[in-house]
């Protein structure tokens, strides 16, 4: 004995007309959120391996005229031939550096120690309230210390 259950013509044909309407329109909406999902997740991944790319190593550079009181800082760093991208990448190392006792602290990239034109100018506060007394609070950031950039690189 088979447990076969069979339909009548009409029960048939709402199973077909039911059929029609998933496969022609129930799997394209779900075939287009995979194919978008998919998409997304490229491009996610290759959004990350660019922005590494992009960042550029620091260069050599070398330390003049530093200045330090008890919380404030300043200093120089020369690059000859520096890009706006390299001297922006010579700041944030040379921030790393920056101790736990400063609150706020300027670094300005050079070509020349006789320069008197910067290349790219990072001003570093230690934090919100630092930025607030320091700066006024320019100095804005999700994560602190922060740095605020400023690189007008007129002979570049």
């Known amino acids: ?22 496969l022609g329109f129930g799997c394209l909406p779900l075939a287009v959120i995979l194919v978008l999902v998919i998409v997304a997740a490229i491009a996610g ?35 000859p031939d520096a890009t706006v991208d390299q001297a922006k990448a010579a700041i944030e190392d040379y921030a790393e550096t920056i101790g736990d006792q400063f609150l706020n602290y300027s670094v300005t990239v050079v070509r020349s120690d006789a320069d008197k034109v910067y290349v790219c100018m990072g001003e570093w506060a230690k934090d919100e309230q630092a930025s607030q007394i320091y700066t006024g609070g320019r100095i804005k950031g999700d994560t602190w210390p922060a740095i605020l950039m400023n690189c007008p690189d007129p002979k570049g």
Do not use: F, H, W
């Open 1 to 22: 004995m088979s447990n076969r259950k069979t339909m009548t013509p009409d029960q048939a044909n709402r199973r077909r007309s039911l059929n029609k309407k998933i």
């Open 45 to 79: 991944s290759n959004t990350d391996s660019k922005n590494e790319e992009a960042r550029v190593a620091a260069p050599a550079y070398t330390v003049v005229n530093k200045k330090e009181k008890t919380k404030l800082g300043s200093v120089d760093l020369v690059i």
